[in-house]
């Protein structure tokens, strides 16, 4: 059973930093690329970044690109997403995700993740 678990969430001012955490458990982590993607109150779910199965491959929405890293640490089975110059539009529910499969190096598409975290709240005032 495939589980994923987000922590580092909270309350920042816009211009701030914050670390989110995701711990996979359930597989083995380094065979699989990760997600992470943010739902805002009424809105779908929206792709923000991806990391392939190594970790030397990433991916990022144009929205958060210069600003959001993706990283990984196989050795803990953990992925990570540094956010910095957070904006109030980066308010949202954040979620770590990982497919079922591994065919290809990186998913962008919910619909392409199998597997979701509970969520972790990130709020941005300005």
């Known amino acids: 059973q495939v589980q994923l678990v987000e922590s580092g969430g909270g309350l920042v001012q816009a211009g701030g930093s914050l670390r989110l955490s995701c711990a996979a458990s359930g597989r083995t982590f380094s065979n699989y690329a990760m997600g992470w993607f943010r739902q805002a109150p009424g809105k779908e779910r929206d792709f923000v970044a991806t990391?392939?199965?190594?970790?030397?491959?990433?991916y990022y929405a144009d929205s958060v690109k210069g600003r959001f890293t993706i990283s990984r640490d196989n050795a803990k089975n953990m992925v990570y997403l540094q956010m910095s110059s957070l904006k109030p539009e980066d308010t949202a529910v954040y979620y770590c995700?990982?497919?079922?499969?591994?065919?290809?190096?990186?998913?962008?598409?919910?619909?392409?993740?199998?597997?979701w975290g509970q969520g972790t709240q990130v709020t941005v005032s300005s």
């Open positions: 995700a990982t497919p079922r499969y591994s065919s290809r190096t990186y998913y962008i598409a919910p619909s392409e993740y199998d597997y």
């Open positions: 990391i392939s199965r190594s970790g030397t491959i990433t």
